[in-house]
């Protein structure tokens, strides 16, 4: 059995840059790290981000455990800004990107620069400055057009947006990195990412948070396709782990490219259930909420289900927060920060 990532982290101080570090999965590594012990330098352009959850972490981890806490706002498309903020540093957690499959094909152009020319750039600065290991945040979507499931590491498909591209594309600049500039770097594939802090606003908003955001209002969501389509969604505690472990792990994973999902899937229709039913036992207006119904969104794979077996070998990735516990604690927080009053829960 692997030891808990607790013990391991609180044994030994270690220095980590974590970029995107204002975004939903930056700043709970943040949060993770800084609770355990860990000096943490965060990194972001706020493009994406909140200034919130960079202001927050004093609330969040305590004032003592936030000494060891730096924020750089600096730009990851400024080789300059990530040879300073890779000074001094163990590791990097690279999740500094431009998510959404919507965003890539309406600007191509921020999706590449941030994407690609970021993780370039923040590898060479990491070599420069004797990083002993990068993970970055890499995506389901590199499954493309592979019909295969569950979706194995080996077996991809074609891309199918300029999003998936950009990700395909870091992790062949990881592997060939690795091989002929001995660049230690790894990738995770996240799939569909649960937990609090992601955003409801925005056009490229997350289907979860714009879900729970509409029970709340008594709204009715809206499901791309028939609601058959699947995705294999994770909690960010699980995706924290894996950077982690990932990071931390003595062999030799250099180039390498891991799952980090649940292993298993649920459609859109369970989804939607799943949050109706647990947003109107939580006081909201949606009891009898039934969807409407959308045409498909271009580029959308039609299912995801990862095997996340490598993971649990290489470096002993262990899922312990299931979807439930997951969706459970998201709107629990996002009923905390948004206020009943203003949900109209409280005047139900
Ligand atoms: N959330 C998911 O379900 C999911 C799934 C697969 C992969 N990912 C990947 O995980 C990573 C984190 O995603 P997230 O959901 O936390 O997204 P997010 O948008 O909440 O966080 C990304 C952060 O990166 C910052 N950023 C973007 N461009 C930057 C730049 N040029 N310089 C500095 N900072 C920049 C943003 O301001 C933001 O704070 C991304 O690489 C994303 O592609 C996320």
Redesign the pocket.
Known sequence: MTAPIEKTLLEKPRRWLV????????SHLVETLLNNGQFVVG????????RS?VDQVPVWVGEAAAQRWTFIE????SYEDCVKACQGMDFVLH?????SVPRSIKNPLATH???VD?MVNMLLAAKEAAVKRVVY?????VYGDSPALPKHEEVIGEPLSPYALS?RTMENYSRIYASTLGIDSVGL?????VGSR??PDGPYA?VIPRWIEAFSRGNVPVINGDGETSRDFCPVQNVVQANIRAALCAGNVAGQVYNIALGGRTTLNTLYKLLRDGMAERGAPCAETEPRYADFRPGDIRHSHASIARAQKDFGYDPQVTLGQALGMTMDEYLASHGKSSSGIDEA
């Not at 999740?95 to 998510?99: K, T």
């Not at 594939?189 to 990412?193: A, T, W």
């Open positions: 970029t995107g570090a204002a975004g939903f999965i930056g990194m972001d352009n706020f493009s994406t981000g909140f959850n600096g730009d990851i498309r999740q500094a990107a431009l998510g620069q941030s994407n970021g945040a890499s995506s389901s979507s990700k594939r996240y799939f569909n990412v992601q955003s997350a």
